[in-house]
């Protein structure tokens, strides 16, 4: 069965620092997708970054990066410069081979103090 | 600009009623999906459709029934709504194909008394 775990139910960063969110994956499937999302305390979701299984290069958008480690089943979040704004629970999420659901992690939130 | 609308924000219902959540997307989506959210369970699917009248059971479908009769909307009924169905409930939808990520509604927080 595929499963995602992120193992941190919360994390503090100062602000302007870098900080690396964890998620690990479980799946006997060949090719697969990872998803990061944030959700602000106003509950809307927000697409942040996606990793192919097949990708070459760790995915990047903006201050958002994604360390792949496919030997490792980790699909980990590093957020730079971290801003005020980045306080939010962040959701790990993994798509299997045929099909387009999605399973999601527990959460992590995610506090940025200034 | 992408949108997933949701009808209600908040909505109190007592046992036993029936319950519709229904979902809108402006985006031509092939998929859509049903999710509920606990506090330290993230997110569990319901049901998906992938496309009109289709549907396919998530990880907790009991007590839950969706109906999709035209491509944009999508709805979530509980049948006779019980005390655990007490939750947070997203919307989502996505074009068909793995790379693409799902939007999601604003949500509908369902208190069942």
């Known amino acids: 069965a595929q499963k995602i775990t992120q193992t941190q139910p919360g994390m503090f960063v100062q602000e302007k620092e870098a900080v690396t969110l964890d998620c690990t994956y479980d799946t006997s499937d060949p090719s697969y997708g990872l998803f990061w999302y944030k959700q602000p305390s106003s509950g809307e979701m927000i697409f942040l970054i996606y990793q192919g299984s097949y990708d070459q290069q760790n995915a990047t958008e903006g201050r958002y990066s994604l360390n792949f480690q496919k030997a490792r089943k980790s699909a980990n979040l590093v957020i730079s410069a971290s801003q005020l704004g980045d306080s939010a629970m962040y959701f790990c999420?993994?798509?299997?081979?045929?099909?387009?659901?999605?399973?999601f992690g527990t959460g992590t939130r995610l506090q940025v103090f200034p | 600009d992408v949108k997933v609308t949701q009808s209600s924000r908040y909505l109190v219902k007592r046992t036993g009623e029936k319950v519709f959540l229904e979902c809108v997307q402006d985006?031509?989506?092939?998929?859509m999906f049903w999710y509920r959210q606990d506090p330290g369970l993230g997110l569990r699917l319901i049901y998906f459709s992938y496309d009109v009248k289709m549907k396919e059971k998530g990880d907790i479908p009991e007590g839950y029934s969706v109906s999709r009769e035209k491509k944009e909307r999508f709805s979530l009924i509980l049948e006779s709504a019980s005390t655990n169905q007490t939750s947070m409930y997203l919307c989502?939808?996505?074009?068909?194909?793995?790379?693409?990520?799902?939007?999601f509604g604003p949500g509908t927080r369902l208190t069942v008394t």
């Open positions: 985006m031509d989506h092939e998929n």
């Open positions: 999420a993994m798509r299997g081979d045929n099909t387009d659901k999605l399973i």
């Open positions: 989502a939808s996505s074009l068909a194909g793995e790379r693409y990520e799902q939007y």
